[in-house]
Nanobody, 128 residues
Framework: QVQLVESGGGLVQPGGSLRLSCAAS????????IGWFRQAPGKEREGVSC????????HYTDSVKGRFTISKDNAKNTAYLQMNSLKPEDTAVYYC?????????????????????WGQGTQVTVSS
């Protein structure tokens, strides 16, 4: 059974850090493009970051550049999103998603329907 399970969310003060994990089962992440998305209350789900499988290149939405880092550990079959210097506007449910392929789509890595496997999400709340 193909499954993605996110963890690592929680409540953190502005300026703090969290590391989200996305554990895959039923398939190997090696061979898949990995995306992280988030959805705040009342807003559409937005692409946060994407990691290409072929060369490890990463894409980030402008609002998180320099603060977030996407990575994966093939041996653990787990992807990560390291989030530093968190801001209240980062508050959202964060989802990981995957699609078979070598590279993040340059034309739409941030688009929800580019991905076919999704986790259930983990809540991140940034508040003092």
């Amino acid at each position: 059974q193909v499954q993605l399970v996110e963890s690592g969310g929680g409540l953190v003060q502005p300026g703090g850090s969290l590391r989200l994990s996305c554990a895959a089962s039923g398939f190997a992440l090696d061979g898949y493009v990995i995306g992280w998305f988030r959805q705040a209350p009342g807003k559409e789900r937005e692409g946060v970051s994407c990691l290409s499988n072929a060369d490890g290149s990463a894409h980030y939405t402008d609002s998180v550049k320099g603060r977030f880092t996407i990575s994966k550990d093939n041996a653990k079959n787990t992807a990560y999103l390291q989030m530093n210097s968190l801001k209240p506007e980062d508050t959202a449910v964060y989802y990981c998603a995957t699609v078979p392929g070598a590279y993040c789509s340059a034309y739409g890595w941030w688009v929800v329907y580019e991905y076919n496997y999704w986790g259930q999400g983990t809540q991140v709340t940034v508040s003092s």
